[in-house]
């Protein structure tokens, strides 16, 4: 229901996220943009916002440049943005740093679309060249899903930008295509975006590009700090240039300004599906993916859990009786309810089920199918009688789209029968690995996966439980503030089974 309510912040719509001082200098320290060596040095920040990189590149031109240069060297210093009032602000706030040496600057700070500048968005690939090419690149690119983007501006960036060509991408991973197109042969670039291109699928095509092209310099992984003060991100700040190495500097953040650190041999992360990243040189394991020997599945997906699933309160015949959040107290027929496990919350096999799914399914030749209405309303009349009181709500989900099998059907048709049977139950987000047996074949599951398996499952639990899936899982899955890791299929089913 909450799809018909859905809003969006302004940060999340625009992308607007300013970036802490210290993370840029940081970035301005580790591209080099240091000492009296930048004087006379092109530099952009292709999305500068209200001028928060900008102020700092100036303050340190400033430094260096003699005072009757000055004026000529704040001219090498760019900036782009689509937001006029952003751009307003970051002009005044250059203005001020230079109002003790009374000059005055035709500042190159423009309002434009940086990713529509059409020339740059065509030359890595190309060979089209761009009116400017700069010498340090740096900022802190909007991260604006491709969904939350018009038609139009969805369709020019993923005709426009490779790294983009790939699903549900972010418009961040263009500015990467972007730097590259704008540097010179020798510059350099820095960014500080989400760290979640070293494992998405949407971000595929930027890892490649660094393997093969072999251009990172330093890899600076924030994990689940926050660096932000109005946003929840997971960051990493990354240099790259244009220049082939052998080996990048991988920094893992223990707090805002302390570092483990190590080079990684591009060998390393060559031909992998996704990025693990790690302070420690992980030695080669010989086994066979869990994918490979395993199934997993999502559980059910109703759209509507709070109307669906309901507490046990005692049987009656029958009956039950459950709690529904929506109208207390209520008694089911037994034969419509499923006993089911929120695998997101579980935490061992001996636990009791205590909540029931109103099930309106019935197995025909070995699979579940929807009740028809008028047999559902005859055989079980307290179920449907139910369902009709909620109707209104059932009808809102999914944008309010009619539900192609009917009204009273789940939300979605996944896991109807594939979340039955003996299955190792886990959640969605962890601290730790924590796989759980649940040998009841009666019930479901939802909120999370299930790993169905022909062979040894305590031998399988065993493995899955380990350390070497604890430290497979830190330094390959998603960060979430708290030190929570994600537990998603496509990264699991990676793991090997010795």
């Not at 001020?96 to 035709?106: E, N």
């Not at 009656?316 to 496990?341: C, F, M, N, T």
Request: net charge positive; glycine share 6%.
């Amino acid at each position: 229901m909450a799809s018909l309510t859905k809003t969006y912040s302004k940060e999340k719509l625009t992308g607007q996220i300013f970036t802490p001082a210290f993370i840029v200098n940081k970035i301005l320290d580790d591209i080099g943009f240091v000492g009296p060596d930048i004087l006379g040095k092109k530099i952009i920040d292709p999305a500068c916002g209200d001028g928060r990189f900008l102020e700092k590149i100036v303050a340190r031109i400033i430094q260096f440049s003699p005072k009757e240069d000055l004026a000529r060297n704040l001219r090498f210093v760019y900036g782009w943005d689509i937001d006029e009032v952003a751009v307003k602000e970051a002009i005044a706030r250059l203005n001020r740093l230079i109002k003790p040496f009374d000059i005055r600057v035709k500042w190159k700070i423009t309002v434009t679309h940086s990713l529509h500048q059409a020339n740059a968005a065509r030359d890595l690939f190309s060979g089209h060249k761009p009116v400017e090419k700069f010498d340090f690149i740096v900022g802190n690119p909007p991260y604006i899903r491709i969904q939350h983007l018009d038609a139009n501006e969805r369709k020019f960036i993923q005709n426009h930008f490779r790294f983009c060509q790939s699903g549900s991408t972010d418009i961040y991973i263009a500015f990467y295509e972007l730097a590259l197109n704008l540097l010179k042969k020798n510059g350099r670039a820095g960014y500080i975006t989400p760290n979640t291109f070293f494992h998405t699928d949407t971000a595929k095509n930027l890892r490649r590009h660094f393997e093969t092209r072999q251009n990172l310099i330093q890899i600076t992984n924030y994990g689940h700090i926050q660096l932000f003060d109005d946003a929840t991100t997971y960051s990493a700040i990354v240099i790259f240039d244009r220049e082939k190495r052998d080996k990048f500097l991988y920094q893992q953040a223990i707090d805002k300004t302390t570092f483990k650190k190590r080079f990684v041999d591009f060998t390393e992360i060559k031909g992998q599906k996704f990025w693990q990243l790690s302070i420690n040189r992980r030695k080669p394991i010989k086994g066979r993916r869990l994918g490979d020997l395993a199934r997993i599945h999502v559980g059910i997906t109703t759209l509507a859990d709070k109307i669906y699933m309901m507490r046990f309160i005692e049987k009656d015949g029958d009956y039950l009786w459950l709690q529904s959040k929506h109208h207390g107290a209520i008694k089911i027929e037994r034969e419509v309810l499923k006993p089911i496990i929120k695998a997101s919350i579980i935490k061992s096999p001996d636990e009791p089920i205590r909540e029931f799914v109103l099930f309106p399914y019935k197995k025909v030749g070995g699979r579940h199918q929807i009740i028809p209405e008028d047999e559902l309303k005859k055989k079980y009349p307290m179920a449907y009688a139910y369902l009709r009181q909620v109707k209104p709500l059932l009808d809102k989900r999914d944008n309010g789209r009619p539900n192609p099998v009917a009204w009273y059907a789940f939300g979605r048709t996944q896991g109807l029968d594939t979340t039955f049977g003996e299955k190792i139950l886990f959640s969605p987000m962890n601290k730790e690995p924590n796989f759980i047996l649940s040998r009841n074949k009666e019930a479901t599951f939802y909120s999370g996966y299930c790993i169905k398996y022909d062979g040894d499952y305590e031998y399988l639990l065993k493995q899955l439980n380990s350390e070497r899936m604890k430290e497979y899982i830190q330094i390959t899955a998603r960060d979430f503030r708290g030190g929570w890791k994600a537990y998603n299929k496509k990264i699991v089913q990676e793991f090997l089974i010795t």
